[in-house]
């Protein structure tokens, strides 16, 4: 069979709210392109919000509740197919050009070939020298305390990205006899937030202040109180502005993948698809939350957008979507042998212009440890409605009609109690048992400081990990914004 050739450029931490002609408009003609011509997934969902979880689930095609991976520190086991080793296994190169986040010694999952490494943690010890190399930036990759860095100027991610993309254009140059598939992982727009000083100054003069800051922590549950983060206003304002900068800079790039592919397919006897994710929001300052890790919208919702060959053009697709579904509309498209045990479902019917159930289910969920042990949180979204429930931690249900209710203002919990009960035994089919979870994370913990002993041992292998240079990594101080 004469399998297309496949590009999908996957970005780090973007909000489709984020964007043009989205709730906060953001200067991104390539998208707006990408979209026009092909087909958007305007309701699709993260498996987990958080990095790691999203990915891994998205690979897999599973939940993390079946996979057991909840953390940036969890692996994938090498034993668990991808939806990678079903298009190598007919024909395909599967090459990964940047970020995946794998942790481990397996840094490939089904991938045959990787062009540039990862920016993040490639094992799991934390080796001292990150922080000399990541110089002031050395604490901003973790959401808590993203906020002590904002501004115009240069970043590792900013450096990282451009690594990225040239690579990839540098490949797409080259001849490749088998079809392609091609993953560009870059970083942004994940924190830090720090975006080049014109597209910074750009934003700052247009941004509004973020939704529903200064809450009182009181009004929140215990859950959501531990991932609020107090910042002034102008930093606030500036991590808007940051993030909108970096968004754009990423359209830029997206645009860049896009014609390298488009010139390396012309001529190629094969067809070729492009596609456009997240593997999860960020809620840059909404409700005092800096990153993911909730199941708010700008947290939890992700891009999705494909765009090829037999691809309906402009079609928008509304009913909920998962990150889950990516491996099988992939393969089915491809005309490869789809995943057999996937949680997700094949959306290669939408592309054709085919409806898709309204009336699906889609779930997202996340576990962490607390001071008073683990707590479980999970979403589900069908029609309308998106619930919300947490375990191991005092908190009410949520309820929200996010159609009429976007900004997730008013919980309905109380006042619709027969929706409630249906949401909630939709959510008890697949919640995992708390105590066998908790088996596993404690395997899992144990694991983990076993393969630290063990590198320590051995020696690190950070070849596949991208180190920055410090003294190329600053930030403008003219439009350097003091944070935490």
């Known amino acids: 069979m004469n399998h297309p050739d496949i590009l999908l450029f996957m970005s780090d931490q973007h909000a489709p709210q984020f964007m043009g002609g989205a709730e906060i408009p953001v200067d991104t003609p390539n998208l707006d392109v990408l979209r026009r011509e092909g087909t958007s997934f305007n309701e699709t969902y993260t498996a987990c919000p958080l990095c790691v979880p999203a ?36 024909g395909y190169e599967t090459v990964l050009v940047g970020r995946m986040h794998f942790i481990g010694q397996d840094q490939r999952h089904g991938f045959t070939k990787r062009i540039a490494p990862d920016i993040t943690l490639v094992t799991w010890t934390r080796p001292e020298h990150i922080k000399a190399e990541r110089g002031v930036f050395a604490r901003t990759f973790a959401g808590k305390w993203a906020p002590q860095v904002v501004g115009g100027g240069e970043s590792p991610v900013l450096h990282y990205d451009e690594l990225v993309i040239r690579a990839a254009e540098e490949y797409l140059t080259q001849s490749h006899e088998k079809p392609q598939f091609i993953l560009v992982g870059t970083y942004g727009p994940h924190f830090p937030y720090v975006a080049p000083p014109e597209l910074f100054q750009k934003y700052w003069d247009r941004v509004e202040l973020p939704f529903l800051r200064g809450q009182a922590p009181e009004a929140l549950n215990a859950y959501l109180r531990a991932h609020r983060v107090e910042a002034t206003e102008e930093v606030a304002r500036g991590v808007r502005a940051a993030y909108c900068g970096m968004v754009e800079c990423m359209d830029g790039q997206i645009g860049r993948v896009r014609a390298a592919f488009d010139a390396f397919s012309a001529g190629r006897d094969r067809g070729k698809l492009f596609g456009y994710l997240s593997d999860h929001g960020d809620q840059a300052g909404e409700r005092d939350f800096y990153g993911k890790e909730t199941f708010f919208e700008k947290s939890v919702k992700i891009p999705l957008v494909l765009a090829g060959d037999g691809v309906a053009a402009g079609h928008v697709e509304t009913a909920p979507a998962s990150i889950l579904d990516l491996g099988p509309t992939l393969c089915e498209w491809a005309g490869v042998e789809t995943p057999a045990d996937a949680d997700g479902i094949s959306l290669a019917p939408a592309l054709a212009g085919a409806a898709m159930d309204k009336a699906r289910a889609v779930y997202s969920e996340y576990m962490e440890k607390g001071t008073d042990g683990y707590r479980y949180c999970m979403m589900l979204r069908r029609g309308a409605y998106k619930f919300i429930t947490y375990r191991g931690c005092e908190a009410q249900d949520m309820l929200f009609d996010v159609k009429a209710d976007p900004l997730e203002q008013h919980n309905l919990a109380d006042e619709e109690p027969a929706l409630l009960a249906q949401f909630r035994a939709l959510a008890a089919r697949v919640s ?15 694991d983990a400081q076993l393969f630290i002993a063990y590198e320590q041992a051995v020696g690190l292998d950070e070849s596949e990990r991208w180190r920055e240079n410090p003294t190329t990594a600053r930030v403008n101080p003219e439009i350097c914004i003091a944070g935490l």
């Open 432 to 446: 995992p048992v708390p105590e066998e979870y908790e088996k596993n994370q404690a395997r899992q913990a144990r």
């Open 55 to 90: 990915r891994m689930a998205m690979l897999s095609g599973t939940r993390p509740s079946h996979t057991g991976i909840f953390t940036n520190v969890d692996t994938l086991p090498d034993t668990q197919p991808t939806f990678l080793h079903h298009l190598a296994a007919a």
